[in-house]
Nanobody, 128 residues
């Protein structure tokens, strides 16, 4: 089992940037595809980004494409989410998650049910 801890959230003005980190312990991160999701109170968790186990082709939600970048450093057991050109509508709690299935279908990679392990979340607030 892997334990995930997010950090790097905070308050930023619209147009600014933040970098979130997701540190893993318990197992090496290289065995998991990793994702970022976000959630507002009372709403469903929304897919933000995914990076496969070996790096390579990443996947993004439509609302963040071109502004957010997901990367991973397996030597540090950490995944990152660089968020640029932030908008007030990006305000949410951001979660990282791990998917252990190396054969995950492309059609399922945006769903929360494809991810077995979750962090506790970090709050991002973007002011207008």
């Amino acid at each position: 089992q892997v334990r995930l801890v997010e950090s790097g959230g905070g308050l930023v003005q619209a147009g600014g940037s933040l970098r979130l980190s997701c540190a893993a312990s318990g197992r090496t991160l290289s065995t998991y595809a990793m994702g970022w999701f976000r959630q507002l109170p009372g709403k469903e968790r929304e897919f933000v980004a995914r990076i496969p186990r070996s790096g390579g082709t990443t996947l993004y939600g439509d609302s963040v494409k071109g502004r957010f970048t997901i990367t991973r450093d397996d030597a540090k057991n950490t995944v990152y989410l660089q968020m640029n050109s932030l908008k007030p509508e990006d305000t949410a709690v951001y979660f990282c998650a791990a998917d252990p299935d190396p054969m995950r279908l492309m059609s399922s990679r945006r769903y929360t049910t494809s991810y077995y392990y979750w962090g506790q979340g970090t709050q991002v607030t973007v002011s207008s």
